[in-house]
Nanobody
Framework: VQLQASGGGLVQPGGSLRLSCAAS????????VGWFRQAPGNQYEFVAA????????VYTDSVKGRFTISRDNALNTVYLQMNTLKPEDTAVYYC???????????????????WGQGTQVTVSS
């Protein structure tokens, strides 16, 4: 499975962006997709994930209430709607997927097999 992330850009604080993660190739009903971000000099940080198809959603505390992960199974695409963006949200955002993930590892970057190329999100006035 190949993942293609898109939708990043420059936005002012308080603004919104919607990231997309399109999967090419067949994904099973067990395919979990997550979003991670990496700021310069930092390691990958878990942002959000959707467990399997249309399953449980998980968010890191700093984005709860502002970000929403959703999935369009017909389009094989996962979205990350980001509202009320803050300068500290600035990072390269990556989507990742795996069909063999165990739930307890949903926030662990190393547990994901497939990775997209990343899309830059910059929040600045």
């Amino acid at each position: 499975v190949q993942l293609q992330a898109s939708g990043g850009g420059l936005v002012q604080p308080g603004g919104s962006l919607r990231l997309s993660c399109a999967a090419s190739g067949r994904t099973s009903s067990a395919y979990t997709v997550g979003w991670f971000r990496q700021a310069p000099g930092n390691q990958y940080e878990f942002v959000a994930a959707m467990w399997r198809r249309g399953g449980t959603t998980v968010y890191t505390d700093s984005v709860k209430g502002r970000f929403t992960i959703s999935r369009d199974n017909a389009l094989n695409t996962v979205y990350l709607q980001m509202n009320t963006l803050k300068p500290e949200d600035t990072a390269v955002y990556y989507c990742a997927g795996s069909s063999s993930l165990i739930y307890s590892s949903i926030g662990t970057a190393g547990a994901y097999r497939d990775w997209g190329q990343g899309t830059q999100v910059t929040v600045s006035s």
